[in-house]
């Protein structure tokens, strides 16, 4: 019931419309005079919001943070907009930082919180650390989750099965002989600003929210800023293209705070990026249509999590590389992965193969959750016996 009940919010089972919101939310309230006091303690004061003042302003100039239930959000916003009150969103989805922070309180022996960096727009990048090795430098499995921004099941899916490994690490088999071996890395929210976006103005964007100079497009593609054959095919160079790939490689700060983290780590053997939609399980490459080295036992690999994810529900997915299984894309997270020595490196399309697309209803999050760890623990199953 508690998952129930927290997907609900976080997703929630409405998907029509590009003004849904879901999750609360902080709003920063920059206050200048009396008059925008006076507006600002009258939204506060009205019982139909049920707003929550965490940082009252103690001078002119300075912002407040504001609580904001997810249903009160968009009647706040027009508020603030109709007052001519600046505003930001300072934190983005309540519920997946709150729940970030339960599972570490939880499990305060395996799991940490940790802050990677901060994105564009100056959003906190945080990573879940899963870890038996008391401080020493293990080998790594590394989950991504969220770099294009409007794909929810695949935040969802990731905030979950944070959960499920902390849970089931001591009690089942698989998941505590993984962790006595390596580490697991966790991002649930790889593109914040998008992610943000999404709520607040535009269900369906999926860049980043940097800057183009020259341009009045926004953002750049993520997923095709990685120093893997970057700029080539399957990539645009257009910033008003939904594949821009950006003024050069790892241009964009929040993939370069991965780049760093992993390169400054040095022993990451895993690296598995989750997206939506199509159903598919794919491994490098995606820039060309040569096969990689390693491709007879990625797609062995790969096909065996694609049998152990079928397995408790039926759900299909086709298993190949990714240019051979969609399109050619250079820039790609997964390809820079294996190129920089990261053998097992997978890229999950989650849920559906088309139906409801990027507007997975809520209803189908945890049945999701569930086959998807299947599918990642064959995966770091294999990892834990294959270490290299």
């Known amino acids: 019931m508690k998952w129930i009940l927290f997907f609900g919010a976080l997703i929630g089972s409405s998907i029509c419309g590009r003004e849904t919101f879901f999750g609360d939310q902080v709003f920063r309230i920059n206050i200048r005079n009396g008059d925008e006091i ?3 303690n009258q939204l506060v004061n009205s019982d139909n919001f049920k707003l929550n003042v965490w940082k009252p302003s103690s001078a002119f100039g300075l912002p407040v943070d504001v609580l904001v239930p997810s249903d009160s959000l968009q009647p706040v916003k027009c508020f603030l907009k109709s007052q001519g009150l600046e505003f930001s969103v300072t934190i983005e989805d309540l519920q ?4 970030m922070d339960s599972i570490a309180e939880d499990f305060p022996d395996l799991v940490s919180r940790v802050k990677m960096g901060h994105s564009f727009e100056n ?7 899963f870890s038996t090795g008391k401080g020493r430098q293990r080998p790594a499995v590394w989950l991504n989750a969220g770099i294009h921004s409007r794909e929810w099941i695949s935040q969802a899916t990731a905030i979950w099965t944070a959960r499920k490994i ?7 088999s698989a998941i ?5 071996k390596m580490d697991i890395f966790l991002l649930p929210v ?6 943000v976006y999404t709520h607040t103005q535009n269900r369906l964007w999926r860049k980043t929210r940097s800057r183009n100079p020259g341009s009045s497009c926004i953002g750049v593609d993520p997923n095709r800023n990685w120093n893997a054959s ?3 095919k399957g990539a645009s160079g257009n910033p008003c293209s939904e594949v821009y790939h950006g003024p050069h490689a790892n241009s964009e700060v929040e993939v370069k705070s991965v780049v760093d983290f992993i390169q400054k780590h040095g022993n990451v053997k895993c690296f598995i990026d989750l997206h939506s939609y199509s159903q598919l399980l794919m491994y490098p490459y995606g820039y060309t249509d040569k096969k990689a080295p390693d491709a007879v036992e990625l ?13 408790l529900s039926g759900t299909q997915y086709h298993v190949g590389s990714t240019c051979a299984t969609v399109y050619q894309a250079s820039g790609s997270s997964v390809d820079w992965a294996y190129d920089n020595g990261i053998k097992y490196a997978f890229t999950f399309e989650l849920r559906d193969t088309g139906h409801y697309g990027f507007l997975l209803p809520a209803n189908q999050i945890i049945p999701t959750a569930e086959e998807t760890w299947l599918g990642l623990k064959a995966i770091m199953e294999h990892v834990r016996d294959h270490l290299y």
């Not at 790889?190 to 992610?195: L, S």
């Not at 797609?299 to 397995?311: F, G, I, N, P, T």
Request: glycine share 6%; hydrophobic share 40%.
């Open 38 to 40: 006076s507006k600002l």
């Open 96 to 99: 997946i930082y709150q729940e």
């Open 123 to 129: 959003r906190p990048m945080y990573m879940l650390k």
């Open 166 to 172: 902390a849970s089931d690490y001591g009690k089942e």
């Open 176 to 180: 505590t002989s993984i962790l006595e």
């Open 190 to 195: 790889a593109n914040p600003d998008g992610y």
């Open 230 to 232: 970057f700029a080539g």
């Open 299 to 311: 797609d062995k690999v790969a096909q065996h999590a694609a049998q152990a994810l079928a397995s």
